[in-house]
T-cell receptor, first 113, second 113 residues
Framework: AQSVTQLGSHVSVSEGALVLLRCNYSSSVPPYLFWYVQYPNQGLQLLLKYTSAATLVKGINGFEAEFKKSETSFHLTKPSAHMSDAAEYFCAVAHGSNYQLIWGAGTKLIIKP | DVKVTQSSRYLVKRTGEKVFLECVQDMDHENMFWYRQDPGLGLRLIYFSYDVKMKEKGDIPEGYSVSREKKERFSLILESASTNQTSMYLC????????????FGNGTRLTVT
């Protein structure tokens, strides 16, 4: 079965530090990959998506993610964390003929002043 | 701009009540989804619909039903609410292409007492 693993249910970084949120997927075919962000008491919004055009994908709010097929990874990074980045981040994969997405469990990003 | 609207942000219902959660999208998307979100469990798919009057069970359909009489509206029904259905419910819409992202509403936080 396909799966998505996000390492770390909580990640804490200092303001101004590098943000790295990890996502690994299992898929027998090249997938479409997504990162979503959820701010408190809101729905999820798309941060960025990989659709095979380029391995390094830039998203909103200064985030980017790199698709590494050999490592089956799609880690999310931001060079310098801001307090407003505090949120929960979800990685998801779509593939095959199914309209559904397979979701990771989410990672809560905590920003320390 | 894309819009998915959930009729209520917060709902409090009593055990045994019939509960309707409404979701409307203005994007003419073929696909609509209902998810449930609980701490530590990520997003779990309840039902989805790929066309008017068409529906498919997701991972956790027990205790729920859905209705899609018009393309823009997708309703989630709790036939007899129970306390274990206290949760955040998220509706989403998606075009009919695999690499298209989901667009989410802001969620309905349901409490069953």
């Amino acid at each position: 079965a396909q799966s998505v693993t996000q390492l770390g249910s909580h990640v804490s970084v200092s303001e101004g530090a590098l943000v790295l949120l990890r996502c690994n997927y299992s898929s027998s075919v090249p997938p479409y990959l997504f990162w979503y962000v959820q701010y408190p008491n809101q729905g999820l919004q798309l941060l960025l998506k990989y659709t095979s055009a380029a391995t390094l994908v830039k998203g909103i709010n200064g985030f980017e993610a790199e698709f590494k097929k050999s490592e089956t990874s799609f880690h999310l990074t931001k060079p310098s964390a801001h307090m407003s980045d505090a949120a929960e981040y979800f990685c998801a994969v779509a593939h095959g003929s199914n309209y559904q997405l397979i979701w990771g469990a989410g990672t809560k990003l905590i920003i320390k002043p | 701009d894309v819009k998915v609207t959930q009729s209520s942000r917060y709902l409090v219902k009593r055990t045994g009540e019939k509960v309707f959660l409404e979701c409307v999208q203005d994007m003419d998307h073929e696909n609509m989804f209902w998810y449930r979100q609980d701490p530590g469990l990520g997003l779990r798919l309840i039902y989805f619909s790929y066309d008017v009057k068409m529906k498919e069970k997701g991972d956790i359909p027990e205790g729920y039903s859905v209705s899609r009489e018009k393309k823009e509206r997708f309703s989630l029904i709790l036939e007899s609410a129970s306390t274990n259905q206290t949760s955040m419910y998220l509706c989403a819409g998606k075009p009919g292409t695999l690499n298209s992202p989901l667009h989410f509403g802001n969620g309905t936080r349901l409490t069953v007492t």
